[in-house]
């Protein structure tokens, strides 16, 4: 009997969801950053396993602003846990919870589907650990609580309980047939996995300088004889974010080039040279059509 199923994870920016999919998947699918609302796409990671594979949709960060960008990132984390037959759910106990999380708690609450709950950073400390139990203990009294599965502390960034983890989710993955290629781990175009490489370095690189401001887009990819030509852009808002972004004598940019340059390499297994230009554009984030472009539908 093969079993298959869809477990999106859902949580608050910054919370350690993409490093989950990753230690779950035991590759680098999505990318992380300590800067909240990393994730801008829906990304899908595949775990294949003897007799079972698991879907994994790594979800933007749910929060709540005022501009496109941010309420298609709403749409898109709302829009996943419908069709899943399961929602990890995943809290940062090293930081209290806000608002924020009982609107999302409510989210989760009042739906159908088994959510496993995962309390996650607790290499770090276990601060808020009782606080987020006790709170969802209030949220899901009488019929509700039929839909935890489990409670699952554990580090995302050690692997700790990552096993465990593995075990409870495969127990409650229901009868089905594979959806993806048993080699494929992820279902994310290539254009967009590199586009979103470079926006990590930028992202490591920047710190709090400018994430919100800048967007990657590939352009180009050219497969010729021995090596891979790669064309990105980098969009900034402003002048004085091009000059942060290229950097002293174009160093930082050369830098941020160098490291996805060999990230890159290791998903192609062949040369790369990649040619990355920088765009001032000023309300990128407000404009649907380049929005699209950007692989943000
Ligand atoms: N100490 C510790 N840090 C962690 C753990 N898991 C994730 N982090 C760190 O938390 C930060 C955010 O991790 P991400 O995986 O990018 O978080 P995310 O929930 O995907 O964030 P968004 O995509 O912005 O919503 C990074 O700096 C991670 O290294 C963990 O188990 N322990
Ligand atoms: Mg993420």
């Given at each position: 009997m093969f079993k298959s199923g869809f477990v999106a994870i859902l949580g608050?920016?910054?919370?350690?969801k993409s490093t989950l999919l990753n230690a779950l998947i035991g590759d680098k699918v999505s990318i992380i950053s300590?800067?909240?609302?990393?994730?801008r796409h829906q990304i899908k990671g595949i775990l294949n396993l003897k007799d079972v594979q698991v879907v994994f949709i790594d979800t933007p960060g749910m929060h709540y602003f005022n501009d496109e960008l941010a309420q298609h990132l709403n749409t898109v984390a709302k829009s996943i846990?419908?069709?899943?037959?399961?929602?990890?759910y995943v809290v940062d106990v090293t930081r209290n919870y806000g608002k924020e999380e009982e609107r999302l708690m409510n989210i989760i609450c009042n739906q159908d589907i088994k959510v496993i709950m995962v309390l996650n950073k607790v290499d770090k400390c276990e601060k808020f650990f009782n606080e987020y139990l006790s709170m969802w203990q209030k949220k899901i009294k009488g019929d509700k609580?039929?839909?935890?599965?489990a409670y699952m502390p554990l580090s995302a960034k050690r692997g700790t309980n990552i096993d465990k983890l593995k075990e409870v989710l495969i127990g409650n993955i229901p009868e089905g047939p594979a959806?993806?290629?048993?080699?494929?781990?992820?279902?994310?175009p290539v254009k967009l996995r590199i586009a979103d490489i470079i926006r990590e370095k930028l992202f490591l690189a920047l710190k709090e300088e400018l994430p919100h401001a800048v967007a990657v887009s590939v352009e180009e990819i050219n497969n010729k004889k021995n090596v891979i030509y790669i064309k990105a852009n980098i969009y900034v808002r402003r002048k004085s974010q091009k000059m942060i972004v290229v950097g002293k004598k174009g160093e930082l940019l050369k830098h941020i080039g160098t490291l996805s340059r060999k990230e890159i390499e290791t998903i192609y297994e062949k040369k790369v040279f990649l040619d990355i230009w920088v765009t001032i554009m000023e309300d990128w984030q407000k404009r649907p059509r380049i929005l699209k472009d950007l692989g943000y539908e």
């Open positions: 608050r920016p910054n919370v350690g300590p800067i909240p609302q990393t994730t846990i419908y069709g899943c037959d399961l929602i990890l609580k039929k839909i935890l599965l959806y993806y290629d048993d080699k494929a781990v992820t279902d994310f």
